[in-house]
């Protein structure tokens, strides 16, 4: 959105630090942040093991310090965005853990060096060494990024966002609704009654907060009935109060230093997830953007970047990150208050100790629908603020994070069954029809992969053929040096997939030079479904 207002009315606007509709936001936001500290909490205790006192007293201070300095942040840029341009509808970047990781981090790297070493603060400094190198791929990286967001369709920025929305965001929650349908479906019919429907509650109560309450009612109400709905447990409730303390995060400048006898395993998925990173970041302010809030895409990123090693360094092994979802909490009222509010909360539940009897009072399965409404939102919004002509380039940026998802659950289901596909074999996956081979190329790199398929596909439709071969031959270095279609970097890691990417660069270069192209014609984003229902 285009600012009308003039430099000297610009700067005598004192932009608003809270308004009515930054309630819904910071119980929406805040319960999302809420899931994955608890989420995180979890993985810490039940998966790695770490004790207790770990947990609470130094690592989840680390990780609450380290979320209030980003939300604020985040609350300051947009406070300085609106005071720029004189416009009380800024909308802060949501911004937290960075979810696929904080898997990535606990599987790949932390949990198999506990395991191998039979210490859990091994992995727990593996892991800290992990978050420092990608501060300072994220760092370096944000000087870059402004020049490959300019020459990037806006289809392949927001595809790749919306492949991501759709397989790690809505997929998880929609399964969990269903699992629990009476709460999960309930408080999902609240939500979007509010958000889409744009009914209001009672004195004006936030949707967030109606379906929580009901749910949590639901679950405690059919525990009096002895009917067990959402997990909830008086046992539960009575040991959270044990984690109550106090705590202020330490330097463990040690414990990074400590993990650099592991350089050689973190640096295999450390360099790969870093650009992973740059990628989701200009995807994410390339949202924003889209949704009207134009924030320095270098500036984001470079924080990023600052905040995770401040974290880092105080002993918290998860890297911060820009969320996805700008649209959806501004689409809900949410400015600027709601950012600091959040991690404001983050802080306080995180140095008193307060995560887990928050986890045993609300039922997970009355957040999940949050998290699929903002799934909802970053999916439609790749099809609503890119050209009706790129829709196809919008699927097939789809089809990669989908790939990565069907191979994460086949491996996470082997791994339960205790076996995994070397041992099943491939073969006799395919011969059920599962070609666990074409999803693991596929899937691996998943957002670079979505970001190169979608660029030459809208290069395509749009007739440019010269800078298609320049996506396509982009996707072929990365390939070859396996920054894509693999799981690890290395040296002509997948050849034959690079060289096919390198064989259509030719073809389209050859387009362009030689090729006879006629121009697509204005009126043919009107007409483009038109076109396609014909010719089927």
Not at 329 to 357: D, E, H
């Amino acid at each position: 959105m285009a600012s009308t207002a003039t430099p000297a009315s610009a700067s005598r606007f004192k932009p608003a630090l809270w308004v009515p509709g930054d309630w819904n936001a910071f119980f929406g936001f805040g319960t999302n942040i809420l899931v994955n500290m608890l989420t995180l909490t979890a993985l810490l205790r039940y998966v790695l093991k770490l004790p207790d006192d770990l947990v609470f007293g130094r690592i989840l201070p680390a990780t609450g310090l380290m979320l209030f300095l980003s939300t604020l942040y985040y609350a300051w840029l947009g406070y300085k965005l609106a005071k720029a341009e004189g416009r009380n509808t800024v909308c802060a970047l949501p911004s937290g853990i960075s979810v696929p990781h904080m898997f990535v981090v606990v599987f790949v790297i932390m949990l198999p060096i506990a395991g191998s070493t039979g210490d859990p603060v091994k992995g727990w400094e593996a892991g800290l060494t992990w978050v420092f190198v990608q501060s300072f791929v994220l760092m370096l990286g944000g000087y870059i990024a402004p020049y490959i967001k300019k020459i990037t369709p806006r289809a392949a920025l927001l595809g790749a966002l919306a492949g991501v929305s759709i397989a790690f965001i809505s997929m998880r929650p929609a399964l969990e609704m269903y699992s629990d349908p009476v709460i999960g479906i309930v408080c999902f019919a609240i939500l979007l009654a509010s958000w889409f429907g744009g009914v209001r509650y009672f004195k004006g109560l936030p949707a967030g907060l109606v379906a929580i309450a009901v749910g949590s009612l639901i679950a405690w109400g059919g525990l009096a009935f002895g009917v067990n709905l959402g997990g909830m447990s008086v046992a539960k409730l009575g040991d959270s109060f044990a984690s109550f303390g106090f705590s202020v995060p330490l330097p463990a400048f040690g414990h990074i230093f400590s993990g650099f006898e592991f350089l050689a395993v973190i640096l295999v998925t450390a360099i790969p997830f870093g650009i992973y990173d740059l990628v989701e970041a200009m995807d994410n302010v390339e949202s924003a953007e889209a949704g009207g809030d134009k924030f320095p895409t270098t500036r984001v990123i470079t924080a990023d970047g600052v905040i995770s090693l401040i974290g880092c360094c105080l002993g918290n092994p998860f890297i911060n990150a820009v969320y996805i979802g700008h649209p959806g909490w501004k689409a809900i009222g949410g400015r600027l208050g709601y950012s600091a509010a959040t991690g404001v909360m983050v802080l306080l539940l995180s140095w008193f100790g307060i995560l887990a009897l928050m986890s045993a009072l609300i039922p997970l399965v009355a957040i999940s629908p949050i998290l699929l409404y903002i799934g909802m939102l970053i999916g439609a919004q790749a099809f609503q603020e890119t050209p009706r002509a790129h829709a196809p380039a919008v699927i097939i940026s789809l089809i990669p994070q989908v790939a990565g998802w069907g191979k994460l659950m086949i491996d996470s289901a082997l791994g339960a069954a205790g076996t995994n596909v070397a041992t099943v074999g491939l073969d006799k996956l395919a011969g059920t029809g599962v070609l666990y081979h074409g999803l693991e190329i596929l899937g691996s790199g998943a957002i670079l992969t979505s970001l190169v398929l979608a660029g030459v596909t809208a290069c395509m439709i749009d007739r440019t053929f010269a800078k298609a071969a320049t996506f396509a031959l982009a996707g072929a270095v990365m390939t070859f040096f396996g920054f894509m279609h693999s799981e690890a970097i290395g040296i002509a890691r997948m050849p034959g997939v690079a060289l096919a990417y390198l064989g259509v660069a030719a073809l389209l270069y050859g387009c362009a030079r030689f090729g006879k192209v006629s121009a697509r014609e204005p009126e043919a984003d009107d007409m483009h479904g038109e076109a396609i229902a014909a010719s089927t």
